[in-house]
């Protein structure tokens, strides 16, 4: 049985660019895809913590060092600059490697700067 899980995320993204006219797709800081394990055109689901707005696209590279989070074609319509985001990539594995798989969970400040990685997500309280 195959199981898509979560791969790997850059938590809380704040959008420096929004390009309606561009070619499709959200332009990350080469660094960042690095760190997260994104690949380019990698496809992502995006969540807009802002609005809500909930989006699927495609990964390419923005500037090394740039910390360039912008969403671009049709996507623009669904973030502004400023907005903050949840960037995820999925990956489908065997249920037997599924149980011992981690992902990668890049966690940013408001600058896109990152504040710390970890591999899993506490215990949700009641």
């Not at 995006?46 to 360039?68: C, D, K, M, Q």
């Amino acid at each position: 049985m195959q199981l898509t899980l979560l791969k790997c995320k850059l938590h809380r993204a704040r959008v420096t660019h929004s390009e309606l006219q561009y070619e499709g797709s959200c332009a990350i800081d080469m660094d960042l895809l690095k760190r997260a394990g994104i690949h380019e055109y990698e496809q992502l689901h995006i969540y807009n913590v802002t609005n809500g707005e909930r989006f699927t696209t495609y990964a390419i590279r923005a500037e090394a060092g740039s910390r360039t989070i912008s969403v671009n074609g049709a996507a623009a319509h669904k973030a502004s600059p400023d907005d903050v985001l949840i960037i995820c990539a999925y990956a489908a594995m065997d249920a037997s490697l599924a149980a011992s798989f981690r992902p990668t969970l890049v966690y940013l400040n408001e600058h896109n700067q990152i504040e710390r990685i970890g591999d899993r997500i506490p215990t949700q309280a009641a």
